[in-house]
């Protein structure tokens, strides 16, 4: 992780605000309760810049959202996300020091080179995660599309969905890795599938 690529407290009003914090470390106790603690950037006049952690307490109040700000569960964050939080300028002087989370929002991963390509569903395997496309009577024209939990699906009108709303027949746009296996028919990763 690179100190430059992380956020630094910003003070707003009421509240600190970190933006693009690393997750080191995610405990859940409840639906939503338990604590994250985080990474982020602290900037010194001499023009040295540390990294320093801090853990935020969840509870009822804290408002936890994907990047869609679509409500998600504490135990949907993972180490090594990206996260955008606000928070308490109440802190303990413990290592590392608490404060109160008032809302969590993760970050869209960066992907790597990716391709862009529309093609017809034509099977949907949702307990494997995975989507055969292209043209059903030409096994040379068809792609194996892995589906991981940070794939962005969304219908027509832009609004996330699950793998398993797909069916077979629509036409979706599907952003995915530029590499793919030498298997027939070719596996990729998907990272956003868009129904057309």
Do not use: K
């Not at 690529?5 to 707003?12: E, H, V, W």
């Not at 307490?57 to 959202?65: E, G, H, L, S, W």
């Not at 093609?119 to 949702?126: A, E, K, L, N, S």
């Not at 070719?186 to 868009?194: D, H, L």
């Amino acid at each position: 992780m690179a100190n430059d690529s992380l956020g630094s407290i910003i003070t707003q009003g009421n509240f600190l605000r970190i933006d693009n914090a690393f997750v080191d470390e995610v405990s859940s106790s409840g639906r939503n309760t338990g604590f994250i603690i985080i990474s982020y950037s602290v900037p010194w006049q001499s023009g040295v810049t540390t990294v320093q952690q801090l853990r935020l307490n969840v509870n009822n109040n804290t408002a936890i959202m994907n990047s869609f700000r679509m409500p998600i569960r504490l135990s949907d964050i993972r180490q090594g996300m990206r996260v955008d939080v606000t928070f308490s300028p109440s802190m303990t002087r413990s290592i590392p020091p608490q404060s109160t989370a008032f809302t969590i929002v993760t970050r869209q991963p960066s992907r790597p080179s990716a391709n862009t390509t529309t093609q017809r569903v034509i099977w949907i395997d949702c307990n494997n995660s995975q989507l055969l496309a292209g043209m059903p009577n030409n096994i040379s024209r068809i792609t194996r599309y892995i589906v991981t939990s940070s794939t962005v699906i969304l219908n027509r009108n832009g609004f996330p969905i699950r793998l398993c709303d797909l069916r077979p027949g629509q036409l979706v746009q599907i952003t995915h890795a530029n590499f793919q296996t030498a298997s027939i028919p070719p596996q990729t990763t998907a990272f956003r599938i868009q129904v057309r």
